[in-house]
Each structure stands twice: as structure tokens, then as C-alpha cells.
């Protein structure tokens, strides 16, 4: 079975830190089980790491090409992987499997961080009265847990961070196998392909998306934030609000909230940023050909603040991540504040910054596939850099001193002016004047849709885009079933379904004539926006088509 991970990526240690690689030439088990060990132990919380059988290293990094061995001896291997499992205290199994590597075959055993902390493995395997050891990751090496670092480990007995814990109020129904596979692909994971002939189970079981005895398997919280269309459904206030100050009195604004699964959060964001806030100013400058240009805000530095709230923050305090835009700053407020030993002196007077402990781990390993983080530390370092190269002032990182909260301030560039670029407030005028044309064009759609007994002629679809779409030609007498279809995408169902319940065939001519244009009018969505062909599509009524719904019903009352 594949694993859920790009191994080229892997190997080359691109997403995944050096420290949570483990390589080696011919197969020593001793020397594994003190590693598995050591990774199921997971002390900073990295979410355990991998160990690569078959190749050489030179300090730490892999030789290429690899040694490889044979099928019979990866074989032997894996068998011993089992027998060895069963030497660790609590028993903990590691996942086993083969690739072949330029024309060699390897062996990858990925250690996920185990749930029965702490574990022990014998000093000296074979011998029945060796002592017992604890052993943990420093930098790249495996060692025994001593003194602090085992009272430590002691200490995390039990402890699971909230995003690798199971969501008893889920289950396996609220994982969605498109975004799932969707993920699968852009990481260009192995898996991908086997997943085909998958059942969807034994997909969730082969990502660690699941857990729970066989008869009752739940999701993850990890897996319900990244493949659940829904995810604020199970764990509360998972979503990001951005508020869009027009001026600087606080009085004029707007709020815009970012939900879904939390990749796409982060890209809805950037998108929003790059497309809304981030403009360009061009200086041109006496005596020399070439004009200069900045930014108000170099865009490096907002994927980073952005990308580590949703990393570090804790989804168990049910606060969301809340951005303010200013004229002349962005601030990023999310909850709780850094991991201990970063406190608020080391904010004030370090721009090196580097925290080992994650409070997310699982999210951290889905996070650096995707290249959304790297996670090594360098997040701060290239908000102060990426700044300092477009001549912003110098950015703030502000917690207290129990670490309640973790605030991100950036100034925008004010070079030249003491007032925002000629671009930022002409976008923000612009905004403001379209929010307005917006509130006023849903005053007046709604006010037609609760004069009108059928859909009007001549409204255009798009009201909250200005988007010209496909003008709507129907009135109510030429669509029967608009009432029925309304009410019965109360609940969401399919296109069959919707079909089969009002006894016509699911024809594409049906779909033209009595479905599209609810869509098209915005009185019915399709829940899976993102891939308007998913195979579990289903469509839902619209805020805007219950209230359609309900003057229709008013009308033939009275």
C-alpha cells in the first residue's frame, strides 16, 4: 500500500524535516526499534518520522543511488517489522512499504506519532533481562531519555494534540473522497492510484484519518479540517474573518468570512489579499532610466503570518483567526499565543526564532505536502526579510506574558507619503463603492423576488459578483416543479434523486429545463464548489431561494 506522501519529495527531505528522516544502509534491528521507538514517542510533537532502508548517507543526507536490496531481503524485513513491534511497550506498528528507487528496491517504515505515550523498547534485543530504555529524537539521532527530557516525556502521558484526536460527534460519511483524492494528486502521492480500488475505509485507514475499534471508526479532527466540506459542523469556529476597515475611525468596514477545509481557507485568503489589498507603486526617479517599485505589503510576508495562525493556533479554544486591514496595517490575531520556550521577551528581541514543540502536528505534515509551510522554522525570519527587502517597517509579534494570544502587525509600505499608495486607496474606494452597489443590487433582487409570483425576465444571475451570467427565460408556469424542487433541496440531495422524487428521468433536457436555471438565478447551489462535476455532487436551496420559496407559498395561499 502506498503511502500518503510524495517519495521523491521525501527522500530529499522537501517537506518533511532532516531530523524526522532516519536512513540506512542494511537492515540492524536494533537500531530500528530504537528509532520506531523514538518516533512513536514523538517528544516535540513533530508527528513521528520515517525510516529509509537501503541507502548510504553522509551526514544525515541519502547517496545516490541508493544500495537497494533484494525483493527476499525487503521481504525478511517486513516480517521482522511485526516481531519487533511486539518488543516495544505499549506494542506499536510501525506502516512497512517497498519502492523501488532507480532501479532498487528500498523499504520505508513511517513511525506516526503514537496515542499510548511514553514508549520503551529493550536495550539489547534477544536478551530478556535488559533493562528497558525510552529513547527520543535530538536533532538527528535517537537517545536515551534521561533526567528533564524523560520527566518530560513522562509528562506527555496520554496528552494528544486536539488535531490527531478522534471527533466523536463525526463520522466516516463527513470525509469527502474527492478532496481527498484531490490531495493525493497534487502531492502526486503513490496512493492516489491504489485508492481506486480502494474501499473508501481502507483509504481513510492507509492516511491516518481514522480511529476507533473496526465497528465504530471515526474521523480525526485532522481529517474532518482538511477533508470535510464542512468542518466548523464538528469543530466550532474553524474559520478565518477577515474585517476590511475602509477608514481609520473603525465605524466603516466590511466582513468577509473564509470557511471550508483549511487549505482552501489559506488559498481563499491569499487570493483575496493579492487581489483586493496587495498593490504596487512605481517611483520614477530623476537621472535614471529605471523606475523603482515596491509594495504596499510584500506578499511573502502575509503567506507566512497567514499560513503559520492556521498552523499554531488552537482549534480546541473555539476562537477563530481574525485579520484586520487598515489603510496603513494588517494585524493577524489568533489564540493561543507560541509554544513555550518563544515568550514575549524572545519576540521583543529575536528575529531567529525557533520553536521545536508543534501543537500540530498532523497539521503541520499535510501543511508542508501541500508547500504551504515548510515548517522549520523559517517562518519569521522571512516575515522580517521579506519586509525589510520592500522597505516596510519592521513587523511586530506581540503575545503577553502567560501567552493568551498571539497578534502579527505589518505596516505597509508608506514610502514617499505620509498616506497609504495612490493605489491601496483607490482599491479601497473602489471597494467600498462596490460593497454599497452590491447591498443595494440584494435589496433590490430581494424585493423582486417577493413582488413576483415567477421568476422575472431580464434579471441577470451574479448579484454579488456583477458577473453578467445567462438571463433567465422561464416564469413559473413554464417549471412545475420549482415549489417541489425548493423544498425538497431543503435537505441536500442529488440530481437523481431530485428527479426520481418529482417521477421525471434524470435526462439532460430535465436538467436544462427545470434545474439549471434555480442554479443559474442563485435559488439552488451546488454543495461541491470546487469541482463542479464531483462525483457525490448534490445540490441545496439558497438562503435567497427560501425566500422565494416562502413568497410562492404566501402567493397561492391567499
Not at 545516490?64 to 531481503?73: D, K, Q, R
Not at 510576508?301 to 476562537?319: D, G, T
Not at 434545474?515 to 445540490?539: A, R, T, W
Request: aromatic share 10%.
Amino acid at each position: 500500500m502506498g503511502l500518503p506522501i510524495n517519495i521523491d519529495e521525501l527522500i530529499h527531505g522537501n517537506t518533511i524535516e532532516w531530523e524526522r528522516l532516519e536512513f540506512k544502509k542494511n537492515w540492524n534491528p536494533q537500531e530500528v526499534i530504537n528509532t520506531i521507538c523514538a518516533f512513536a514517542n514523538d517528544l516535540s510533537n513533530w508527528g513521528g518520522g520515517y525510516i529509509i532502508i537501503g541507502f548510504e548517507e553522509n551526514q544525515g543526507r541519502p547517496i545516490f543511488p541508493p544500495i537497494g536490496h533484494s525483493i527476499n531481503e525487503i521481504d525478511r524485513m517486513q516480517k521482522r517489522i511485526v516481531e519487533i513491534g511486539y518488543q516495544i511497550q505499549p506494542n506499536y506498528f510501525p506502516i512497512a512499504q517497498p519502492y523501488l528507487i532507480d532501479g532498487k528496491y528500498i523499504l520505508i517504515l513511517w513511525c506516526p506519532a503514537g496515542d499510548n505515550r511514553p514508549y520503551s523498547s529493550p536495550s539489547k534485543l534477544g536478551d530478556k533481562i535488559a533493562r528497558r530504555e525510552y529513547y527520543v529524537r535530538v536533532g538527528s539521532n535517537s537517545i536515551v531519555a534521561k533526567s528533564d527530557t524523560l520527566r518530560r516525556l513522562q509528562q506527555l502521558t496520554a496528552r494528544i494534540p486536539f488535531d490527531d484526536r478522534v471527533n466523536n460527534l463525526s463520522s466516516i460519511d463527513d470525509l469527502d473522497l474527492g478532496l481527498i483524492q484531490s490531495y493525493l494528486k497534487e502531492v502526486k502521492s503513490s496512493l492516489l492510484e491504489e485508492s481506486i480500488r480502494m474501499t473508501f475505509a481502507d483509504l481513510c485507514n492507509a492516511m491516518k484519518l481514522l480511529s476507533g475499534s473496526s465497528e465504530n471508526k471515526r474521523p480525526l479532527n485532522v481529517g474532518l479540517l482538511f477533508f470535510c466540506y464542512k468542518p466548523e459542523k464538528f469543530i466550532k469556529r474553524c474559520w478565518i474573518e477577515v474585517v476590511w476597515h475602509f477608514d481609520s475611525t473603525g465605524s466603516n468596514f466590511k466582513e468577509l468570512y473564509f470557511r471550508g477545509p483549511i487549505q482552501k481557507q489559506i488559498r481563499d485568503v491569499l487570493s483575496f489579499f493579492k487581489s483586493n489589498i496587495i498593490a504596487e507603486n512605481v517611483i520614477k526617479i530623476d537621472g535614471r532610466a529605471e523606475s523603482v517599485r515596491y509594495y504596499n505589503y510584500p506578499f511573502n510576508a502575509l503567506e507566512e503570518v497567514i499560513v503559520n495562525a492556521v498552523y499554531h493556533k488552537s482549534y480546541e479554544l473555539e476562537i477563530p483567526i481574525e485579520i484586520q486591514i487598515w489603510p496603513d496595517k494588517i494585524e493577524v490575531l489568533s489564540f493561543p499565543g507560541p509554544v513555550p520556550p518563544v515568550n514575549a521577551d524572545i519576540l521583543k528581541t529575536s528575529e531567529r526564532i525557533i520553536s521545536r514543540d508543534y501543537r500540530n502536528r498532523r497539521i503541520g505534515d499535510f501543511l508542508k505536502e501541500l508547500r504551504l509551510t515548510e515548517g522549520r522554522g523559517t517562518g519569521i525570519p522571512t516575515v522580517y526579510k521579506s519586509m525589510r527587502q520592500n522597505e516596510n517597517e519592521k513587523p511586530l509579534f506581540i503575545t503577553e506574558k502567560s501567552c493568551t494570544s498571539f497578534l502579527v502587525i505589518l505596516s505597509a509600505n508608506m514610502k514617499s507619503s505620509n498616506r497609504p499608495s495612490n493605489a491601496l486607496s483607490n482599491a479601497l474606494s473602489n471597494a467600498l463603492v462596490n460593497d454599497r452597489k452590491e447591498m443595494k443590487m440584494n435589496e433590490l433582487n430581494t424585493q423582486k423576488l417577493d413582488s413576483s409570483n415567477g421568476l422575472s425576465n431580464g434579471v441577470s444571475n451574479g448579484v454579488s459578483n456583477g458577473a453578467q451570467k445567462n438571463q433567465l427565460i422561464f416564469k413559473n408556469d413554464e417549471n412545475p416543479y420549482v415549489i417541489q424542487i425548493l423544498t425538497l433541496l431543503m435537505i441536500p440531495k442529488s440530481r437523481m434523486e431530485i428527479f426520481n422524487a418529482i417521477n421525471l428521468t434524470n435526462q439532460s433536457k430535465n436538467r436544462k429545463k427545470y434545474l439549471d436555471p434555480l442554479v443559474d438565478f442563485g435559488l439552488v447551489s451546488k454543495i461541491h464548489k470546487e469541482l463542479l462535476n464531483h462525483p457525490n455532487q448534490k445540490y441545496e436551496t439558497t438562503e435567497i431561494g427560501k425566500q422565494y420559496l416562502s413568497s410562492l407559498i404566501k402567493g397561492k395561499q391567499s
